[in-house]
C-alpha cells in the first residue's frame, strides 16, 4: 500500500549558513560599529547580543531575513523575551524541530475530519500516511499543505 510520512526537520546546515550570513551582515553595517552585537549559536538555539532591546529587534529581523532566503520557514521561530540589563541585552531564539504529540493528534484529527480514505499512525515524531491509492494521498498533501498549522510540515518517504 502506498504511504508518505509527516514530519517537520530543520536543514541545520542552512541554519548555520544563514547565522553566518547574518554575522557577516553585522560586521558590515555601519549603524553596528562600535556595538557589542553578536551572534552565538549553540545547535538549535542562536542568542542575540546587543547594547540594546532596539538592537536586538534589529538582529533578529536581520536573522529571520538570512533564514527565509535559506528557506528555512521562520514558524519555527520561538523566542524568549529579552534579558534586558545596564550592559547588555540579551535574547534567545530557539528553532523548533520535530512535531510534539499533541501536534501529531492534531494532524492526525485533521485528517480524520475530511473523511479521505486513508489511514493515519504517529510514530514516534512522525506521523505516517496510508491509504489504497496514490489520489488519495496526494489529496492529503494538498489539504495539509493549504491548511494553517504551527510547524512547518515536510513530506518524506513517498512509497508506492
Known sequence: MP????????NMH???NAVDQ?????????????????FE????????????DFHLRQLQDI???KLIKRGIDIVCIDAADPELNLAEARQKITLREGLTSEQAKKLVKMIKD??????ASIQ???VRV????RDDLQEVIAMLKGADFEMPLQFDNFRD
Open 3 to 10: 504511504s508518505f510520512d509527516i514530519v517537520s526537520e530543520l
Open 41 to 52: 549559536q549553540d545547535k538549535n538555539v542562536v542568542t542575540l547580543i546587543g547594547d540594546a
Open 124 to 126: 514516534g515524531e512522525k
Open 63 to 65: 536573522l529571520e531575513n
Open 14 to 16: 542552512e541554519v548555520d
Open 22 to 38: 547574518a554575522k557577516r551582515e553585522l560586521g558590515t553595517r555601519f549603524d553596528f560599529k562600535g556595538t557589542k552585537c553578536a
Open 130 to 133: 496510508t491509504g489504497k491509492k
Open 114 to 119: 475530511k473523511k479521505m480514505k486513508v489511514q
